[in-house]
T-cell receptor, first 110, second 113 residues
Framework: EDKVVQSPLSLVVHEGDTVTLNCSYE??????LLWYKQEKKAPTFLFML????IEKKSGRLSSILDKKELFSILNITATQTGDSAVYLC??????????FGAGTRLTVKP | DAGITQSPRHKVTETGTPVTLRCHQT?????MYWYRQDPGHGLRLIHY???????DKGEVSDGYSVSRSKTEDFLLTLESATSSQTSVYFC????????????FGPGTRLTVT
């Protein structure tokens, strides 16, 4: 059965810390892996990864995919309280179906 | 923001009644998705559509049906609502050519009593 596993499930840090969120997957027909941020509403898109070893970067956030070891990481440097959210990763298959992980709840304290 | 709306935004209904949720997009995107989100489960795909009248099941499709008669509208129907279908329902869209990014609607909170 296809599955996407995120770790840790929750994380509490202080402003200025760097965090690494993990996403591992066991799926068939891999097409792409996506990261989303969800605050108290709908998820918002962060990154889409299709190729191994190529880092995607947006401000303090970056992400990379390892297709051989079947995982992706999302890094956030110099965290701010506004980074507090649930971070979701999702696998997109060749049929364009989607499978999400349960998410990592990040809390950034002042 | 991508032009996606969901209606209703909130609904309370009784067990055994039919319920239809509507997702409407103004982006002319080919793919549309229905998810449910429950604590501890993240987002789970119910059904998705890859074109008018073309739909397929996701991982939690039992008890749900969908229809897409126009590009812009994707309907999710609970034929006979059960308490286990109490959830937040999200619609999402994506375009299959230049981008596989997926954009989400604002969500519908459904309570089945």
């Amino acid at each position: 059965e296809d599955k996407v596993v995120q770790s840790p499930l929750s994380l509490v840090v202080h402003e200025g810390d760097t965090v690494t969120l993990n996403c591992s997957y066991e799926v068939t027909n891999f097409r792409s892996l996506l990261w989303y941020k969800q605050e108290k509403k709908a998820p918002t898109f962060l990154f889409m990864l299709t190729s191994s070893g190529i880092e995607k970067k947006s401000g303090r956030l970056s992400s990379i995919l390892d297709k051989k070891e079947l995982f992706s990481i999302l890094n956030i440097t110099a965290t701010q309280t506004g980074d507090s959210a649930v971070y979701l990763c999702a696998w997109r298959g060749r049929n364009n179906d989607m499978r999400f992980g349960a998410g990592t709840r990040l809390t950034v304290k002042p | 923001d991508a032009g996606i709306t969901q209606s209703p935004r909130h609904k309370v209904t009784e067990t055994g009644t039919p319920v239809t949720l509507r997702c409407h997009q103004t982006e002319n995107h080919r793919y549309m998705y229905w998810y449910r989100q429950d604590p501890g489960h993240g987002l789970r795909l119910i059904h998705y559509s890859y074109g008018v009248k073309d739909t397929d099941k996701g991982e939690v499709s039992d008890g749900y049906s969908v229809s897409r008669s126009k590009t812009e509208d994707f309907l999710l129907t609970l034929e006979s609502a059960t308490s286990s279908q109490t959830s937040v329902y999200f619609c999402a869209i994506s375009e299959s050519t230049s981008s596989y990014e997926q954009y989400f609607g604002p969500g519908t909170r459904l309570t089945v009593t």
